[in-house]
Nanobody, 121 residues
Framework: QVQLVESGGGLVQPGGSLRLSCAASGSIFRINTMGWYRQAPGNQRELVAAITSGGGGGNYADSVKGRFTISGINSKNTTYLQMNSLKPEDTAVYYC??????????????WGQGTQVTVSS
């Protein structure tokens, strides 16, 4: 059983910052990728940021480049999304996801329950 648990959402004023965290736990052999999607009411779910276990700078949606930073996957199978200069259009439910292996030959996609981020004055 694999679980992804998110935290850190909330209400923030425009221009403010939030940090989301996502921790993966359970029977994990290896994590390949972790990242974040978001979904606003009436919109499709969109990729915000992702990072592979090899590190690197991460991949970002154009709309968040220069404002959001995803951390590498640490030894506790946790990644963070630092969100700065938040805008009202960043308001959405943010979902953590992971592509991981539960054994050398079994890989799948897993999702967290979502955390609400609201940017409003």
């Amino acid at each position: 059983q694999v679980q992804l648990v998110e935290s850190g959402g909330g209400l923030v004023q425009p221009g403010g910052s939030l940090r989301l965290s996502c921790a993966a736990s359970g029977s994990i052999f290896r994590i390949n990728t972790m990242g974040w999607y978001r979904q606003a009411p009436g919109n499709q779910r969109e990729l915000v940021a992702a990072i592979t276990s090899g590190g690197g700078g991460g991949n970002y949606a154009d709309s968040v480049k220069g404002r959001f930073t995803i951390s590498g996957i640490n030894s506790k199978n946790t990644t963070y999304l630092q969100m700065n200069s938040l805008k009202p259009e960043d308001t959405a439910v943010y979902y953590c996801y992971a592509i991981l292996q539960i054994s050398p030959l079994r890989r799948g996609n897993y999702w967290g329950q979502g955390t609400q981020v609201t940017v409003s004055s």
